[in-house]
């Protein structure tokens, strides 16, 4: 995937990891959902970060829980059609277009909560 403006190109990856009971040491029937996502795949030091599934929908990612969460304010405009389309971001924003907007809010977000003020 390349991201919009820069050219940046982000290898996503969703992983589904089921832990084992004997790794547990319980019998879970839980899994771990994220999705990886790395730039410059093929340098000498690729950079990753990796995006946990939401588990309930007060953890969908905003600018506000991407900035929140500490991952790279760059990243967002790039990351978040992806992430509309998984379903990860808030019932209200599924669009899975590039928007102009998303450098705005995730500036805003970075600049805290009196920012808009």
Same mark, same amino acid.
């Given at each position: 995937m390349v991201g919009? +403006?820069?050219a940046t190109r982000y290898h996503a990856t969703l992983i589904n990891a089921a832990p084992s009971a004997t790794t547990v +040491? $319980? @019998?879970s029937g839980g899994t771990f959902r994220a999705l990886v996502i790395t730039i410059e795949l093929f340098s %000498?030091?690729? $950079?990753?970060?990796v995006i946990p599934r939401p588990n @309930?929908? %007060?953890d969908r990612y $905003? #600018?506000?829980e991407w900035v929140?969460? =500490?991952f790279p304010g760059g990243w967002w405009a790039g990351? =978040?059609? %992806?992430? @509309?389309a998984l379903g990860w971001t808030p019932t209200t924003d599924r669009d899975t277009s590039y928007r102009s907007t998303d450098h705005r809010d995730i500036t805003t977000a970075q600049r805290g909560p009196d @920012? #808009?003020?």
């Open positions: 919009p +403006g820069d +040491g $319980t @019998a %000498l030091s690729p $950079t990753s970060i @309930a929908d %007060l $905003t #600018a506000e929140f969460r =500490r990351v =978040r059609p %992806l992430l @509309a @920012a #808009a003020r």
